[in-house]
C-alpha cells in the first residue's frame, strides 16, 4: 500500500499572503490532483498534474499556482490568501487520468484559514 | 456539459433501518460511475465503482446498481450501522477528470 502525506495540517496566514501546501505520495502514481472542498458544495478541481513537470488548470485555478517539481510531490500556492478562501484542500493521485475508472487516492487534507 | 446530482445534502437514520442515497448524473458518453466516502476528520476513500459489465458492485455492506436509463447510480444498504455516518460522494469520469456532486452528510443515530 501507499500513502499520500499533506503539509500543513493546518496553514494561518494573512489576507494578501501567498501560502504554499504540500504534498507526498508513495504509490509511484503518475497523476496527482488538487482539489478544494467547501460544505455543500462537492470537490472542486484546482490543478491537476498527469506527469512530473506537467500542469494542467481545473476549473478552479485562478488564485492559485502549482508546481509538480518530481514524480511524487505536487504544491498548491495560494497567491494572495482571501478570508472567503478558508476551506479544506485535498490532494489526491491515480495511477492513470480520471477517466480510465482508476481510483483516486486521497490525502487528509490541509485546512487554509485566513485572519 | 456532464454533471452529477445528489439531492439530499443530509440524511438522518434510525441504527437498523434501510439506507437509500440518490445520485443522477448527466454525461455524453458511458461513464463509470463511482461512490467515495469520508469519515470525520479522514480522507474520502473509494467505497464502490461500477462495472462495464451492468454487474453490481458491494463493498462493507453498501451497493449500487447503474440504471443507465434514469441516470442514475443510487447507493443502497440493508441496514445502517452506526460508523456509517460519514460523508458520501457521488462522481463520474468525464474528459479526464472526476466531476462530482455537492456530497451527502449520513447520520445515524442509535
Known amino acids: 500500500g501507499g500513502i499520500i502525506t499533506q503539509t500543513p495540517k493546518f496553514l494561518i496566514g494573512q489576507e494578501g499572503q501567498k501560502l504554499t501546501l504540500k504534498c507526498q505520495q508513495n504509490?509511484?502514481?503518475?497523476?496527482m490532483y488538487w482539489y478544494r472542498q467547501d460544505s455543500g458544495k462537492g470537490l472542486r478541481l484546482i490543478y491537476y498534474?498527469?506527469?512530473?513537470?506537467?500542469?494542467q488548470k481545473g476549473d478552479l485555478s485562478e488564485g492559485y499556482d502549482a508546481s509538480r517539481e518530481k514524480k511524487s510531490s505536487f504544491s498548491l500556492t495560494v497567491t494572495s490568501a482571501q478570508k472567503n478562501e478558508m476551506a479544506v484542500f485535498l490532494c489526491?493521485?491515480?495511477?492513470?487520468?480520471?477517466?480510465?475508472?482508476?481510483?483516486?487516492?486521497f490525502g487528509e487534507g490541509s485546512r487554509l484559514i485566513v485572519v | 456539459g456532464d454533471s452529477v446530482t445528489q439531492t439530499e445534502g443530509l440524511v438522518t437514520l434510525t441504527e437498523g433501518l434501510p439506507v437509500m442515497l440518490n445520485c443522477t448524473y448527466q454525461?455524453?458518453?458511458?461513464?463509470?460511475l463511482f461512490w467515495y466516502v469520508q469519515h470525520l476528520n479522514e480522507a474520502p476513500k473509494l467505497l464502490l465503482k461500477?462495472?462495464?459489465d451492468n454487474k453490481r458492485p458491494e463493498h462493507q455492506g453498501f451497493h449500487a446498481t447503474l440504471h443507465k436509463s434514469s441516470s442514475s447510480f443510487h447507493l443502497q444498504k440493508s441496514s445502517a450501522q452506526l460508523s456509517d455516518s460519514a460523508l458520501y460522494y457521488c462522481?463520474?469520469?468525464?474528459?479526464?477528470?472526476?466531476?462530482w456532486g455537492s456530497g451527502t452528510k449520513l447520520i445515524i443515530k442509535p
Open positions: 462522481a463520474l469520469n468525464s474528459n479526464y477528470q472526476l466531476i
Open positions: 454525461s455524453t458518453y458511458s461513464p463509470f
Open positions: 461500477s462495472f462495464t
Open positions: 504509490f509511484n502514481h503518475d497523476t
Open positions: 498534474s498527469i506527469t512530473e513537470n506537467d500542469l
Open positions: 489526491a493521485s491515480s495511477r492513470d487520468r480520471g477517466n480510465s475508472g482508476n481510483t483516486l487516492y
